[in-house]
């Protein structure tokens, strides 16, 4: 596609549901990075792919978080058993380098607002 | 680890006014640097880069000197519009990991 895609815009969840959010990265892009942006603040580090490899998960704030991306294109975060303070944006980036050293744009989508009530 | 500081908004300016937004950073060696913009219901968009000492990132007016001496990158503009209204990111890669460090971000507001 054109850019980078992500579903769906919104999720509200009750707190203990699981979630599941959608990535599409720019076709061909190699790297793939999952980010949280709390209210009022920089978006944070989760996770990076490159293709399908998980190669850092450092950012994970937690075991109920869990990402994957099985083909090397679109990407997946779960989000199991939900409590209120992961409510956030969830921003997918990707690019075509390999990690952020290649010092290559990386292209973001509009994000996932979660809410969990 | 590598990190951004940016300074602290909102930021109300009127239209033609003179724009600052100051970021220092802290960093391994020489990274290169990174001013992003997110627009009210868009996504992050690279505003700038630097990827080196005294080199200047601009684009759409914005400009940002990379100084080695003083690790800064402050975003500058000679006269904002309304159309500039949008929070400010100030970033760059980590040495040790994959990720790019992000500051807090500005929120900047133009009036007309």
């Known amino acids: 596609g054109a850019g980078v895609s992500q579903s769906p815009r919104y999720k509200v969840a009750k707190r203990g549901q699981d979630v599941a959010l959608r990535c599409d990265p720019i076709?061909?892009?190699?790297?793939l990075f999952w980010y949280q942006q709390a209210l009022g603040q920089g978006p944070e580090f989760l996770t990076y792919?490159?293709?399908?490899?998980?190669?850092?998960k450092s950012g994970l704030p937690s075991d109920r978080f869990f990402a994957e991306r099985p083909e090397g294109s679109v990407s997946t975060l779960k989000i199991q058993r939900t409590q209120q303070e992961d409510s956030a944006v969830y921003l997918c980036?990707?690019?075509?380098?390999?990690?952020?050293?290649?010092?290559?744009?990386?292209?973001f989508g509009q994000g996932t607002r979660l809410t969990v009530v | 680890g590598d990190s951004v500081t940016q300074m602290e908004g909102p930021v109300t300016l009127s239209e033609e006014a003179f724009l600052t937004i100051n970021c220092t950073y802290t960093?391994?060696?020489?990274?290169?640097l990174f001013w992003y913009v997110q627009y009210p219901g868009e996504g992050l968009q690279l505003l700038l880069k630097?990827?080196?000492?005294?080199d200047k990132g601009s684009n759409k007016g914005f400009e940002a000197t990379y100084r080695k001496e003083t690790t800064s990158f402050h975003l500058e503009k000679g006269s904002v519009q309304v159309s500039d209204s949008a929070v400010y990111f100030c970033?760059?890669?980590?040495?040790?990991?994959?990720?790019?460090?992000f500051g807090a971000g500005t929120r900047l507001t133009v009036k007309p």
């Open positions: 960093a391994t060696g020489y990274p290169s």
């Open positions: 970033a760059l890669p980590d040495y040790n990991n994959n990720d790019m460090r």
């Open positions: 980036a990707s690019s075509l380098a390999t990690g952020t050293r290649g010092n290559t744009e990386a292209f």
């Open positions: 630097a990827t080196k000492a005294d």
């Open positions: 076709s061909g892009h190699v790297s």
């Open positions: 792919f490159q293709n399908e490899a998980q190669l850092d």
